[in-house]
């Protein structure tokens, strides 16, 4: 049975591909990522997910053809069957079991000489071990898996294990030799004419740019990938092409295309069941609601991710939705509860070693420590921050990280550094073009010299700052704009303006910032001085 997926030629009493695990018979379930049994009793289409009931009936029908092939004493079909267990209980959440099953049909396997096999076994025991965030391990038996498929001259095979490796580094950071090990998966899958493997290159190439803070290769990468998977089978890249260009988007701060590509990535990740992008897209549309102020928006999009987390018990996602509620938490200004959330986020990015997650939980952490007013704490933590950042060469956390060691430096009053930081914040922010940290770093850098009385250089960083709120206040619809200056310190980039103004005697100037704002609790504030 040839696989509508990769086109490889399958036994045809298989029921997933030997090749890339696709299930054969798409008429029943159809898994283009690894879908957990949810523990709740909601369930998606029935048609696209693996419903608990209906993986039990599988794994109890395998486990009756496994015996019989022991009596039978027929190693190929057993080595098969074993196999196709160790999928069963993968998809279950049962990684143990399937590590087990793995290796026994790789025994197996061994024994015949059948590389394909073995391949497989290696490479399905590798993704389970980066799931599990034991890179070493993971690496090891994908890189296996590689020489092996090299062997038989299989390039599509070769590709698919060859991004894994590529997954693997960008888990841990090191996006310069992902993106080495992406485009050799690119390569081949242009030599060998294979456009679902292309389209899943182009879109792993922009997600690591998009890491490295190159938002513009990032774009253009991610429209190569959707181009590319048009009229294709390919929904899980699409999806991943989707929840990307949110991203990207809304570093930019062009905030309508964020809320727009994060509402096809929910959409369609509601529509084929794919619980880990849903989580993805709703913490996604959460951090865009938080920066347009809608901090009640937030929370509800936050609230439902978390579902989706304890419900389908994927751990793995317990240290972002930690993060996410701590930081949001902060934002609330209740600062000992998120202080105590990200702390959770980060014992759970320890235990999985995600390192991303851990440099944003020092940053949040810093941010907590500074607004409690423990300074000294705040600066340990946030240079643990920027250690991370410069590691795994992630701009976006270098950059905010940087803007906060500076505020920090400016608390502690030592101002040389304090300048030095912020100056260091802004060469990133120029050089990724990220419009929320650069309003953020004109804006604390208008505040330091307002600070010093030099009155014409605060007014200058303010003015830029204010510039870029508005620039991205102008790509919202009307429905987006609503709470847009309740993020605090884009209101209080104003009311710092037009403060200055008026202690220069310039009050038309600062009416005209006044009306610049459009924010009734600002119009409430200034009334009564400016009239």
């Not at 991203?247 to 509601?270: C, I, K, V, W």
């Not at 990015?349 to 940053?363: D, H, P, R, T, V």
């Not at 991370?388 to 940087?402: C, T, V």
């Not at 600062?510 to 609790?521: G, V």
């Amino acid at each position: 049975m040839e696989c509508y997926l990769c086109g490889y030629n399958n036994p045809d009493d298989a029921m997933f591909c030997l090749r890339c695990n696709n299930p054969l018979d798409k008429s029943k379930i159809i898994l283009m990522d690894p879908k957990p049994v949810p523990a709740s009793e909601e369930q998606g289409d029935k048609q696209l997910v693996i419903e608990k009931s209906e993986l039990e009936d599988k794994i109890q029908s395998l486990s009756e053809q496994i015996s019989h092939a022991q009596a039978a004493k027929d190693k190929d079909l057993l080595g098969s069957l074993t196999h196709e267990m160790g999928i069963l209980y993968y998809y279950s959440g049962d990684y143990a079991a399937a590590i087990e099953k793995f290796q026994k049909s790789q025994e197996i396997h061994e024994e015949l000489n059948n590389k394909q096999m073995l391949a497989s076994n290696l490479n399905n025991i590798g993704v389970i071990f980066r799931e599990l965030g034991q890179y070493d391990e993971a690496e090891k038996n994908i890189k296996y898996a590689v020489q092996l498929r090299q062997e038989l001259d299989d390039p599509v095979g070769t590709s698919s294990c060859i991004a894994n490796l590529g997954i693997i580094y960008k888990e841990q950071g090191e996006f310069l030799k992902a993106l080495q090990y992406h485009k050799k998966d690119l390569e081949i899958s242009k030599e060998n004419n294979n456009p679902i493997g292309l389209a899943a290159a182009y879109n792993n190439i922009g997600d690591i740019y998009l890491n490295m803070g190159n938002f513009e290769e990032a774009i253009r990468y991610l429209n190569l990938s959707l181009n590319t998977s048009e009229g294709l089978e390919a929904d899980s890249t699409r999806l991943e092409s989707y929840r990307c260009l949110g991203y990207a988007y809304l570093y930019l701060g062009d905030y309508q295309n964020a809320y727009d590509y994060f509402s096809a990535t929910l959409d369609l990740s509601q529509k084929i069941g794919a619980p880990e992008i849903e989580f993805k897209s709703l913490s996604n549309l959460a951090e865009m609601y938080k920066a347009l102020g809608s901090y009640e928006k937030s929370l509800e999009f936050l609230k439902k991710a978390r579902k989706i987390v304890n419900s389908y018990k994927i751990e793995s996602l317990q240290s972002w939705i930690n993060i996410y509620i701590g930081e949001l938490s902060i934002k609330l200004n209740k600062f000992q509860k998120g202080k105590e959330y990200i702390k959770t986020g980060l014992n759970y990015s320890i235990e999985f070693n995600q390192k991303k997650a851990q440099g944003l939980s020092y940053y949040y952490l810093g941010i907590a420590y500074l607004k409690l007013k423990e300074v000294k704490k705040a600066l340990t933590v946030m240079k643990k921050a920027v250690e991370i950042g410069e590691a795994i060469n992630d701009n976006i956390l270098l950059g905010y990280s940087n803007l906060y060691l500076g505020i920090i430096y400016q608390r502690l009053n030592v101002h040389t550094l304090s300048e030095n930081f912020r100056k260091k914040a802004l060469e990133i922010a120029e050089k990724t073009k990220i419009k929320e940290l650069l309003f953020r770093i004109h804006h604390r850098l208008g505040r330091l010299y307002h600070s010093r009385k030099e009155y014409d250089k605060a007014a200058v960083e303010y003015d830029k700052a204010i510039t870029l709120i508005e620039q991205m206040r102008d790509t919202l619809s009307a429905k987006l704009k609503v709470n847009f200056l309740r993020d605090q310190e884009k209101q209080q980039t104003y009311s710092d303006m037009i403060n200055l103004l008026i202690s220069q005697k310039d009050k038309q100037k600062a009416f005209d910032y006044l009306q610049r704002a459009n924010c009734e609790e600002l119009n409430d504030y200034f009334k009564g001085i400016l009239t």
